[in-house]
């Protein structure tokens, strides 16, 4: 390819993925002969072409610098070309390229970076010849790597030794991989690590029990997977086994708390098997992080990534177990072919999640939660407003980071949808068709369109009776949305209502057998304005602020801030610090936020904690506080 050439596609795919994406198409179809170089409409997140030359395998050999905090990479790529193109497009993101070979890697290849842009990176374009079956590309990390985070001893449960984890979804893997960052296309993999002698290193395929004498690991993922299901962990881990296919990794002060907390795992994936057909990718294990993780869970296969957070003694927090292991067909088995399609793993995730939590804990544990959900949706939509168009199920992403429009509509309105479909369509033969529907499209992608198309050949009643359109490309909560039956918190309600009307103190309301849900409801339907001697009066009763349940704590947070609750701020400060989970995160900071002093005290706050907080993190929080660097 010419040099203007290049300079060309690289102009067209800045503006093609950057913030003009309007001007970009012009700018494209205007570039004649030229627009013909541009990258795949199909994903606007990445600069990759897999239309035209496809990774379908992936050799890592990584070794871990925790000092400098970079990782030294070799990834070699097996490709396939379906076109005679003649170069190999990747998405790279601070990553440092020191060379690239073909074959067997000792042919040296030419390659060209595009400009940088901020959030997709740089595509990198590698010259191939006509024969092409493998590259290979040394590259060094950036210690700032997006999906890295590198914690010192001081942030793990034992403090003696570092702890590394990555987290690739929704497009960081580029950060740490040179590769098509695209969830429509699919590679199994092999890895070699190495890490600190001492520590174990497990990633998102076949994993050690034990740990190795030298630090070196090697893995090995047969199943092919999307890049954004890349994963790799690091630190003093111990696996305890739970069941025949299922077990734990986690700090030794932590194992034995998480395998008694998913203790109902292995029934989790067996009534998950009958109702969706086999789990397909061998073992399901769980890896409880440090608190500073930045999700609740992460469906990495055969690994799911989890927050300790959830444990919280009475396995009470569960319902985030069922949601990982769901993905283990919705999302990795079938997955959403680009960020915009992302319902289309959360939503029907989500849907499964509660079908799961129905089939081990009952119909009116799964009940109360679908309410919890439904509270969640209703106040995602009061905050984008009822018309936003990030409360489609469908979203145009393009041009922007896919993040920023991942909100809790995907979850709780895609799974409300699937539950309208299947109380039209009738449970068995929504089951029959979601059965079908992973069996067809297992270890595929597939788009909204492609769900519809199913959808209504299988079903066209339920299809034509539910106005899908109005669901999926328009906004807010449609008319027939299937609400849950309120009766799930009445006792809850009636508890608060005694207080409230002073016919009983708090120390006298009747709590027994109350789950983290029951109070979640209890605290999420407080009243505004209540006094501190009221709120002193709960909190003797209940024990909130130092309540050892992270859920509880966090909604207790809230309600402290709304209302001034001093007594509650050393504990609030010592938890902004130790936990990194945005989820939470996000509403305290909010509610700081919305006044003077509030934000005052929170900017201090961050100060001390944002070191310790994961990059998906710091990059919600930067913009709630408008925190510069300082
Ligand atoms: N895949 C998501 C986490 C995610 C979403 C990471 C988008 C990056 C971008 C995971 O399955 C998830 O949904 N986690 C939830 C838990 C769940 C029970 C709703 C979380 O972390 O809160
Ligand atoms: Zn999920």
């Not at 010192?152 to 590394?164: N, R, V």
């Not at 106005?467 to 608060?496: Q, T």
Request: aromatic fraction near 10%; hydrophobic fraction near 45%; glycine fraction near 8%.
């Amino acid at each position: 390819m010419t040099q203007r050439a290049l300079i060309s596609v690289a102009f067209a795919l800045t503006l093609a993925c950057g913030p003009a994406a309007d001007e970009a198409d012009e700018a494209v179809s205007a570039g004649g002969a030229e627009s013909a170089l541009v990258a795949s409409p199909a994903d606007p997140h990445s600069f990759s072409r897999p239309e035209e030359v496809v990774v379908r395998h992936l050799e890592l050999d990584l070794k871990l610098d925790f000092e400098a905090k970079r990782i030294h990479g070799t990834a070699a790529l097996g490709i396939e070309k379906t076109t005679a193109a003649d170069q190999l497009w990747l998405d790279t993101r601070g990553l440092e390229i020191e060379r690239v070979a073909l074959g067997d890697g000792s042919a040296e290849t030419t390659f060209t970076l595009t400009d940088e842009l901020p959030t997709f990176g740089r595509g990198l374009a590698i010259d191939l010849e006509p024969g092409t079956e493998r590259v290979v590309i040394d590259y060094v990390t950036d210690p700032g790597a997006e999906a890295v985070q590198w914690l010192s001893p001081a942030q793990t449960a034992g403090g003696e030794h570092p702890f590394l984890f990555t987290q690739s979804q929704a497009i960081l893997a580029r950060t740490w991989v040179p590769i098509q960052d695209t969830p429509g296309v699919r590679f199994t993999y092999e890895a070699t690590v190495q890490a600190p002698p001492g520590l174990m290193a497990v990633m998102s395929a076949e994993n050690p029990t034990e740990r190795s004498a030298d630090g070196r690991y090697t893995f090995a993922m047969p199943q092919a997977i999307p890049s954004y299901l890349l994963a790799l962990a690091v630190g003093d881990l111990e696996f305890r086994a739970m069941g025949p296919r299922t077990g734990v990794y986690a700090e030794p002060a932590v194992v034995e708390a998480a395998a008694w907390e998913f203790a109902e795992t292995e029934a989790m994936m067996d009534a998950t098997e009958a109702l969706y057909g086999p789990y397909r990718w061998g073992r399901y294990d769980i890896l409880v992080l440090p608190p500073s993780f930045p999700f609740g869970g992460m469906e990495n296969p055969r690994l799911t990534f989890a927050t300790p957070t959830i444990i919280a003694g009475d396995r009470s927090l569960v319902a985030l177990v069922a949601h990982e292991l769901a993905h283990s067909w919705s999302g990795n088995l079938v997955t959403n072919a680009t960020w915009n399609d992302f319902w289309l793993n959360e939503g029907f995730t989500s849907y499964i999640e509660n079908r799961i939590m129905e089939a081990v804990e009952g119909p009116e544990y799964a009940e109360m939660l679908r309410s919890l959900s439904l509270q969640d949706l209703e106040s995602e939509i009061e905050e984008l407003g009822a018309e936003s168009a990030d409360t489609h199920l469908f979203l145009n992403l393009a041009g922007r980071n896919p993040d920023d429009g991942m909100n809790s509509v995907a979850y709780d309105k895609g799974a409300a949808l699937l539950r309208l479909l299947e109380e039209t369509a009738g449970r068995e033969a929504f089951d029959a068709f979601l059965l079908d529907y992973f069996e067809r499209l297992a270890y595929q992608s597939t788009d909204t369109g492609g769900f519809v198309a199913a959808l209504k050949d299988a079903l066209p009643d339920a299809a034509a009776a539910v106005d899908l359109d109005a669901w999926i490309y328009g906004p807010g909560l449609p008319d027939n949305f299937p609400k849950p039956e309120s009766g799930a918190f009445g006792a809850v309600e009636a508890e608060l209502a005694r207080w409230r009307e002073g016919e009983a103190a708090a120390a006298r309301l009747d709590t027994a057998g109350w789950t983290t849900h029951e109070w979640l409801h209890f605290l999420r339907t407080l009243p505004a304005g209540l006094s501190g001697e009221q709120l002193a009066e709960l909190d003797a009763a209940f024990g909130f602020t130092a309540a050892g349940n992270a859920e509880i704590q966090a909604a207790w947070f809230e309600v402290a801030i709304r209302d001034g609750y001093a007594p509650a701020f050393d504990a609030l400060e010592e938890f902004l610090i130790q936990v990194g989970r945005r989820k939470f995160l996000k509403p305290l900071y909010t509610e700081l936020a919305k006044t003077e002093e509030g934000l005052s005290w929170a900017t201090e706050v961050y100060a001390k904690a944002r070191p310790g907080y994961h990059s998906v993190s710091t990059n919600t929080i930067d913009d709630i506080l408008g925190w510069t660097a300082r």
